[in-house]
């Protein structure tokens, strides 16, 4: 099927469960995923072409800030060709502050000033994903596996 880059920063762990949760139920439609953390992994914005879709997973520090480790790769989306690229954005944060998922946000707005296909539903989750939150992944999995299709069917 498709090929699917999962890009996530995770400090608490949620991000990285709803990474792993979005990544498996992509799975069961044999989509190809390279799972990859902003922490850990080597992210060059050029290879972002390499992949029919590109999945990009954050907290939010404090009141909506971008996370440090993601700061370098929003900048250097200026240099990738992102035009009609399929994206989707996600992450958690804490609704006990102001700006709910800002980084999420900032994610996802970045993505559409450059052209990209950006998924309409956002997935911010407070905290620790439940069982409700998983069932917006599996729609956001689903909706994703669809427009890929269509994409292949287009071309």
Known sequence: MSKILMLYASVTGNTEEIAVAIAEMLQKYNHEITMKTFDVDAIDVEELTEYDAILVGTYSWDDG????????????????????????????????????????????????????????DWIKIDLEPDEKDFARCQKFADDLTTKLLKIVEAE
Do not use: Q
Not at 73 to 102: C, H, I, P
């Open 65 to 120: 800030a971008m996370p440090y480790e993601v700061e370098d790769f929003y900048e250097e989306l200026e240099d990738a060709e992102l035009t009609d690229k399929l994206v989707g954005v996600f992450g958690s944060g804490d609704t006990f502050y102001e700006t709910f998922g800002g980084a999420i946000e900032l994610l996802g707005n970045r993505f559409e000033e450059l052209g990209a296909n950006v998924m309409p």
